[in-house]
Protein backbone atom coordinates (compact mmCIF):
# COMPACT_ATOMS: atom_id res chain seq x y z
CA UNK A 1 0.00 0.00 0.00
CA UNK A 2 1.47 3.41 -0.76
CA UNK A 3 1.46 5.70 1.82
CA UNK A 4 0.20 9.16 0.95
CA UNK A 5 0.13 12.44 3.04
CA UNK A 6 -3.31 12.34 3.78
CA UNK A 7 -3.04 8.34 4.64
CA UNK A 8 -0.42 9.53 7.09
CA UNK A 9 -2.44 11.88 8.87
CA UNK A 10 -5.27 9.03 9.55
CA UNK A 11 -2.85 7.54 11.35
CA UNK A 12 -1.63 9.90 13.23
CA UNK A 13 -4.39 11.22 14.26
CA UNK A 14 -5.28 7.57 15.06
CA UNK A 15 -2.46 6.99 17.68
CA UNK A 16 -3.00 9.90 19.07
CA UNK A 17 -6.79 8.85 19.95
CA UNK A 18 -8.53 10.91 17.87
CA UNK A 19 -10.71 8.34 16.29
CA UNK A 20 -11.06 7.99 12.46
CA UNK A 21 -13.61 10.55 12.16
CA UNK A 22 -11.35 13.22 13.88
CA UNK A 23 -8.38 12.49 11.86
CA UNK A 24 -10.24 13.20 8.31
CA UNK A 25 -11.12 16.35 9.73
CA UNK A 26 -7.41 17.54 10.96
CA UNK A 27 -6.56 16.00 7.88
CA UNK A 28 -9.00 18.42 5.96
CA UNK A 29 -7.74 21.76 8.53
CA UNK A 30 -4.14 20.53 7.89
CA UNK A 31 -4.41 21.37 3.92
CA UNK A 32 -3.60 17.69 2.49
CA UNK A 33 -5.38 18.42 -0.45
CA UNK A 34 -6.11 15.95 -3.80
CA UNK A 35 -3.79 13.86 -4.86
CA UNK A 36 -0.72 15.45 -7.13
CA UNK A 37 0.46 14.64 -10.64
CA UNK A 38 1.79 11.39 -11.46
CA UNK A 39 5.88 11.47 -11.70
CA UNK A 40 8.07 10.12 -14.53
CA UNK A 41 8.01 6.48 -15.49
CA UNK A 42 11.32 4.63 -14.06
CA UNK A 43 13.69 2.59 -16.10
CA UNK A 44 12.80 -1.18 -17.10
CA UNK A 45 13.77 -3.64 -14.59
CA UNK A 46 16.07 -6.48 -15.81
CA UNK A 47 14.58 -9.14 -18.56
CA UNK A 48 12.97 -12.46 -17.38
CA UNK A 49 13.96 -15.98 -17.77
CA UNK A 50 13.29 -17.26 -21.56
CA UNK A 51 10.10 -19.09 -21.98
CA UNK A 52 9.95 -23.45 -22.97
CA UNK A 53 10.24 -23.78 -26.90
CA UNK A 54 6.86 -25.12 -28.02
CA UNK A 55 6.54 -28.20 -30.22
CA UNK A 56 6.93 -27.20 -34.35
CA UNK A 57 3.94 -27.34 -36.16
CA UNK A 58 3.08 -29.59 -39.24
CA UNK A 59 2.88 -25.96 -41.04
CA UNK A 60 6.85 -24.87 -40.14
CA UNK A 61 8.37 -27.63 -42.19
CA UNK A 62 9.84 -26.63 -45.39
CA UNK A 63 10.86 -29.41 -48.50
CA UNK A 64 12.96 -28.95 -50.93
CA UNK A 65 12.76 -30.26 -54.49
CA UNK A 66 12.56 -33.91 -54.90
CA UNK A 67 16.20 -35.71 -55.17
CA UNK A 68 16.93 -37.72 -57.78
CA UNK A 69 16.12 -41.15 -58.19
CA UNK A 70 18.34 -44.42 -56.58
CA UNK A 71 19.90 -47.48 -58.25
CA UNK A 72 17.37 -50.45 -58.45
CA UNK A 73 17.06 -52.37 -56.04
CA UNK A 74 17.56 -56.79 -55.66
CA UNK A 75 15.26 -58.57 -57.50
CA UNK A 76 13.50 -60.22 -54.60
CA UNK A 77 12.27 -63.81 -54.32
CA UNK A 78 9.60 -65.44 -56.99
CA UNK A 79 7.90 -67.24 -54.27
CA UNK A 80 6.25 -70.81 -54.00
CA UNK A 81 4.96 -71.96 -57.57
CA UNK A 82 0.60 -71.47 -57.23
CA UNK A 83 -1.44 -74.67 -57.58
CA UNK A 84 -2.35 -75.68 -60.80
CA UNK A 85 -5.33 -74.06 -62.58
CA UNK A 86 -8.48 -76.42 -62.31
CA UNK A 87 -11.54 -75.75 -65.00
CA UNK A 88 -14.58 -75.45 -62.95
CA UNK A 89 -17.91 -76.40 -63.70
CA UNK A 90 -20.58 -72.90 -65.29
CA UNK A 91 -24.16 -73.33 -65.35
CA UNK A 92 -24.96 -71.68 -69.10
CA UNK A 93 -28.63 -73.00 -68.36
CA UNK A 94 -30.64 -74.87 -65.73
CA UNK A 95 -34.79 -75.01 -65.79
CA UNK A 96 -37.67 -77.55 -65.49
CA UNK A 97 -41.26 -76.97 -66.80
CA UNK A 98 -43.62 -78.98 -69.07
CA UNK A 99 -44.05 -78.97 -73.00
CA UNK A 100 -41.96 -76.65 -75.06
CA UNK A 101 -39.66 -73.99 -74.30
CA UNK A 102 -37.39 -71.30 -75.94
CA UNK A 103 -34.78 -69.60 -73.45
CA UNK A 104 -33.83 -66.41 -73.41
CA UNK A 105 -30.39 -65.31 -74.85
CA UNK A 106 -27.53 -66.55 -72.59
CA UNK A 107 -23.71 -66.36 -72.02
CA UNK A 108 -21.84 -68.88 -72.86
CA UNK A 109 -17.62 -69.66 -73.50
CA UNK A 110 -16.94 -70.03 -77.00
CA UNK A 111 -14.67 -73.08 -78.15
CA UNK A 112 -15.66 -75.02 -75.09
CA UNK A 113 -18.18 -77.91 -75.71
CA UNK A 114 -21.38 -78.36 -73.52
CA UNK A 115 -22.64 -80.75 -71.66
CA UNK A 116 -26.90 -81.60 -71.37
CA UNK A 117 -28.21 -83.48 -68.23
CA UNK A 118 -31.83 -84.24 -68.47
CA UNK A 119 -34.65 -85.82 -67.22
CA UNK A 120 -38.36 -86.46 -68.68
CA UNK A 121 -41.92 -87.54 -67.52
CA UNK A 122 -44.23 -88.08 -70.74
CA UNK A 123 -47.45 -89.69 -71.02
CA UNK A 124 -47.70 -89.00 -75.02
CA UNK A 125 -47.83 -92.12 -76.97
CA UNK A 126 -44.24 -91.11 -78.77
CA UNK A 127 -42.23 -89.01 -76.33
CA UNK A 128 -39.58 -86.95 -77.23
CA UNK A 129 -37.38 -84.25 -75.82
CA UNK A 130 -35.34 -82.72 -78.24
CA UNK A 131 -32.83 -79.48 -77.21
CA UNK A 132 -30.88 -76.90 -79.83
CA UNK A 133 -28.66 -74.60 -79.13
CA UNK A 134 -28.73 -71.42 -81.83
CA UNK A 135 -25.58 -69.02 -81.61
CA UNK A 136 -24.56 -66.77 -84.38
CA UNK A 137 -25.37 -67.98 -88.01
CA UNK A 138 -23.88 -71.27 -88.42
CA UNK A 139 -23.51 -71.54 -84.75
CA UNK A 140 -26.31 -74.56 -84.18
CA UNK A 141 -25.93 -77.99 -82.90
CA UNK A 142 -29.12 -79.94 -81.30
CA UNK A 143 -29.52 -83.30 -79.09
CA UNK A 144 -32.08 -85.37 -79.17
CA UNK A 145 -34.03 -88.37 -77.43
CA UNK A 146 -37.11 -90.83 -77.59
CA UNK A 147 -35.97 -93.37 -75.36
CA UNK A 148 -39.30 -94.14 -74.02
CA UNK A 149 -41.86 -92.70 -71.60
CA UNK A 150 -39.20 -91.83 -69.06
CA UNK A 151 -35.86 -90.31 -70.12
CA UNK A 152 -32.92 -89.21 -67.86
CA UNK A 153 -29.29 -89.25 -69.12
CA UNK A 154 -26.07 -86.85 -70.09
CA UNK A 155 -25.14 -85.64 -74.08
CA UNK A 156 -22.89 -83.48 -75.35
CA UNK A 157 -23.15 -80.19 -77.70
CA UNK A 158 -20.49 -79.49 -80.26
CA UNK A 159 -18.16 -76.39 -79.07
CA UNK A 160 -20.15 -73.18 -79.87
CA UNK A 161 -18.24 -70.50 -81.66
CA UNK A 162 -20.42 -67.92 -80.06
CA UNK A 163 -20.39 -66.69 -76.54
CA UNK A 164 -23.98 -65.86 -76.67
CA UNK A 165 -27.16 -67.49 -77.71
CA UNK A 166 -30.38 -69.69 -77.15
CA UNK A 167 -31.88 -72.69 -75.91
CA UNK A 168 -35.01 -74.27 -77.93
CA UNK A 169 -36.71 -77.50 -76.29
CA UNK A 170 -39.41 -79.10 -77.82
CA UNK A 171 -41.18 -81.78 -76.32
CA UNK A 172 -45.00 -82.60 -76.23
CA UNK A 173 -47.31 -80.51 -74.04
CA UNK A 174 -47.95 -83.30 -71.63
CA UNK A 175 -43.30 -84.43 -70.91
CA UNK A 176 -42.12 -82.90 -67.71
CA UNK A 177 -38.67 -82.09 -68.15
CA UNK A 178 -35.44 -80.46 -66.49
CA UNK A 179 -32.16 -79.75 -68.32
CA UNK A 180 -29.15 -78.44 -67.02
CA UNK A 181 -26.68 -77.12 -69.94
CA UNK A 182 -22.95 -76.64 -67.91
CA UNK A 183 -19.57 -75.68 -69.59
CA UNK A 184 -16.00 -77.01 -67.75
CA UNK A 185 -13.32 -74.18 -67.98
Known amino acids: MRVTRRVMVVLVAGVLGWGGASGFAVAAV ?15 GAAGPNGRDGADGKDNTTAGPRGPLGAKGPTGNQGAKGPKYQPTTHTVVSRSGTGPY ?39 DYVWEDD ?18 YFTLRTQTDCHWTIRVTQKY
Do not use: H, I, R
Open 148 to 165: GNYMSGTDYLNAPSSDSG
Open 30 to 44: AGVGPQGAVGATGAA
Open 102 to 140: TSGTVAAESGVPMTVKYTADCDSYFPFLGLSWQGDPGDY
